[in-house]
Nanobody, 115 residues
Framework: QVQLVESGGGLVQAGGSLRLSCAAS????????MGWYRQIPGIQRELVAI???????NYADSVKGRFTLSNDNAKNTVYLQMNSLKPEDTAVYYC?????????WGQGTQVIVSP
């Protein structure tokens, strides 16, 4: 089993920044991908950014140029730096990890961007 623990959500004004962190622990092996999704109530969860084991990183078009995904392998942690935040970025952000072909999710952290 793998546990993903998120932190860093909160309330920020439009144009501001937040950094989300996700630490993985437990039976960590064969990491295939790790990143972030977000969800607004009543809408399907959508990809924000994800790093693949082949070295590539994919971003949603809506966040390109504003969000940056990075990782600290020594700490089994990924970070999502979110700059120039917009009200439409308001959502619950979920950390995602794929280890040994199994998908794991964090508990979610709320991000609210006020106009």
């Amino acid at each position: 089993q793998v546990q993903l623990v998120e932190s860093g959500g909160g309330l920020v004004q439009a144009g501001g920044s937040l950094r989300l962190s996700c630490a993985a622990s437990g039976s960590i092996s064969r990491l295939n991908a790790m990143g972030w999704y977000r969800q607004i109530p009543g809408i399907q969860r959508e990809l924000v950014a994800i790093a693949i084991v082949d070295g590539s990183t994919n971003y949603a078009d809506s966040v390109k140029g504003r969000f940056t995904l990075s990782n600290d392998n020594a700490k089994n942690t990924v970070y999502l730096q979110m700059n120039s935040l917009k009200p439409e970025d308001t959502a619950v952000y979920y950390c995602y990890g794929n280890f040994s072909t199994r998908a794991y999710w964090g508990q979610g952290t709320q991000v609210i961007v006020s106009p």
